[in-house]
């Protein structure tokens, strides 16, 4: 008989033992009266904005909304140019374009897939450039000290792409506290996930938290006055928000059980056509742990053959959609397009037992 398969990722296996608070969770609200922008989106507000380090959270909708209004919040709008790597799964360059603003593509780093500090630098040199969005790729910090140093230099706004790296943190501060205003998604299978879509801002910057506040609601400035120009209606649920509260608590844990399997990959893995990330500490939390091969495809079929589950994030670069109609043609970005063919992503989260784990493991060394 086969083993049975290890999938990338379980929410049933995630969700399944809070199932009863969760329950509790949802009857409270049903009970309240209370379903959009009530007192349990302004509780999780509180609590996240504690939790990340920062003076606001304002919770919306989704990831992508988050990101929009982060970049509306400190001041994109049409024709802007905002600098933006190109490997993050088309996240920030929908929401750039959403704006009417107008994407850059930076290359990354072809150890670990972040934005590349001097090629960064080399883009803000070629003309003006808004603001820059910031990915913590697969859950790892950013470059901050850099990025923000050359930012600040130059006046272009950091806006931090925190939907991978929820509580991911570096001399006592977390993500979303690097840069003027961060995204955050609660996408269920995200590290802090939600049971639906939901999204968070957070900030530091007042006038950036109110202008986000106003902007998730049609661009009011009160009741039916409409002062803003790009608002959108993008709420959080009161559900959605009473169960991130049950969760939040949970967080740290759960990154630290996914660091685990990661810090097991990276030491245990020894074969030398698959290339592993570097074992991690705090900065990184694992949202997903992706190894590179030349020969992925193979790997890929080879890893099915034993019961691993793979997957690839991401196969198709930003600047290759198809939706630019060939815009972005003449763009080259090596490393990205590189990377493209040989990431392979290993099942990792917090409920894969040691077993598991050891099974991975075995696999890619029979390789
Ligand atoms: C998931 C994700 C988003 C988008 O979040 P949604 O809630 O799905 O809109 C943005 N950026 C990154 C890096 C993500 O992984």
């Given at each position: 008989m086969p083993a049975p398969l290890i999938p990338v990722n379980s929410l049933v296996r995630h969700i399944a033992p809070l199932k009863t608070v969760l329950s509790a969770d949802a009857a409270s609200v049903i009970d309240s009266?209370?379903?959009?922008?009530?007192p349990g989106v302004a509780e999780f507000e509180r609590a996240f904005a504690a939790y990340c380090g920062t003076a606001e959270c304002i919770g919306v909708a989704n990831g992508t909304d988050a990101l929009e209004l982060a970049l509306k919040s400190v001041?994109?709008?049409?024709?802007d140019r905002v600098a933006v790597a190109a490997n993050a799964a088309m996240y920030g360059t929908t929401a750039i374009l959403a704006c009417g603003a107008i994407p850059v593509f930076v290359d990354v780093d072809s150890v670990d897939a972040l934005l590349d500090v001097a090629l960064l630098a080399e883009t803000l040199g070629t003309g003006a450039i808004k603001a820059a969005i910031v990915t913590h790729l697969y859950g790892r910090l950013a470059r901050f000290d850099g990025i923000v140093e050359l930012c600040r230099s130059r006046g272009v706004a950091i806006v931090e792409d925190c939907a991978q790296a929820h509580g991911a943190r570096s001399s006592g501060r977390v993500a979303?506290?690097?840069?003027d205003v961060a995204a955050f998604s609660f996408?269920?299978?995200?590290?802090?996930?939600?049971?639906g879509d939901g999204g968070a801002i957070v900030t530091s910057n007042a006038e950036v938290g109110q202008r986000a506040r106003q902007l998730r609601q049609y661009g009011w400035t009160a009741k039916y006055t409409n002062t803003h120009v790009g608002g959108r209606n993008s709420r959080l649920d009161e559900i959605q928000a009473r169960m991130l509260l049950t969760m939040l608590p949970l967080l740290d844990g759960w990154n630290a059980r996914r660091r685990d399997i990661a810090n097991r990959y990276s030491n245990e893995?020894?074969?030398?056509?698959i290339a592993v990330p570097a074992s991690a500490s705090e900065e990184y939390v694992a949202h997903l742990y992706v190894a590179h091969c030349e020969r992925r495809d193979a790997l890929r079929t080879h890893l099915e053959g034993l019961g691993v589950q793979t997957d690839i994030h991401y196969p198709v670069p930003d600047h290759r959609q198809p939706c630019h109609r060939g815009a972005y043609d003449h763009v080259d970005l090596p490393v990205t397009e590189k990377l493209a063919t040989t990431a392979l992503t290993l099942p990792c989260f917090p409920e894969l037992t040691d077993e598991e784990v050891e099974r991975v493991i075995d696999a890619c060394n029979r390789f």
């Amino acid at each position: 008989m086969p083993a049975p398969l290890i999938p990338v990722n379980s929410l049933v296996r995630h969700i399944a033992p809070l199932k009863t608070v969760l329950s509790a969770d949802a009857a409270s609200v049903i009970d309240s009266g209370y379903y959009v922008l009530g007192p349990g989106v302004a509780e999780f507000e509180r609590a996240f904005a504690a939790y990340c380090g920062t003076a606001e959270c304002i919770g919306v909708a989704n990831g992508t909304d988050a990101l929009e209004l982060a970049l509306k919040s400190v001041g994109v709008g049409v024709g802007d140019r905002v600098a933006v790597a190109a490997n993050a799964a088309m996240y920030g360059t929908t929401a750039i374009l959403a704006c009417g603003a107008i994407p850059v593509f930076v290359d990354v780093d072809s150890v670990d897939a972040l934005l590349d500090v001097a090629l960064l630098a080399e883009t803000l040199g070629t003309g003006a450039i808004k603001a820059a969005i910031v990915t913590h790729l697969y859950g790892r910090l950013a470059r901050f000290d850099g990025i923000v140093e050359l930012c600040r230099s130059r006046g272009v706004a950091i806006v931090e792409d925190c939907a991978q790296a929820h509580g991911a943190r570096s001399s006592g501060r977390v993500a979303g506290s690097f840069g003027d205003v961060a995204a955050f998604s609660f996408y269920p299978t995200k590290n802090l996930g939600a049971l639906g879509d939901g999204g968070a801002i957070v900030t530091s910057n007042a006038e950036v938290g109110q202008r986000a506040r106003q902007l998730r609601q049609y661009g009011w400035t009160a009741k039916y006055t409409n002062t803003h120009v790009g608002g959108r209606n993008s709420r959080l649920d009161e559900i959605q928000a009473r169960m991130l509260l049950t969760m939040l608590p949970l967080l740290d844990g759960w990154n630290a059980r996914r660091r685990d399997i990661a810090n097991r990959y990276s030491n245990e893995i020894r074969n030398t056509s698959i290339a592993v990330p570097a074992s991690a500490s705090e900065e990184y939390v694992a949202h997903l742990y992706v190894a590179h091969c030349e020969r992925r495809d193979a790997l890929r079929t080879h890893l099915e053959g034993l019961g691993v589950q793979t997957d690839i994030h991401y196969p198709v670069p930003d600047h290759r959609q198809p939706c630019h109609r060939g815009a972005y043609d003449h763009v080259d970005l090596p490393v990205t397009e590189k990377l493209a063919t040989t990431a392979l992503t290993l099942p990792c989260f917090p409920e894969l037992t040691d077993e598991e784990v050891e099974r991975v493991i075995d696999a890619c060394n029979r390789f």
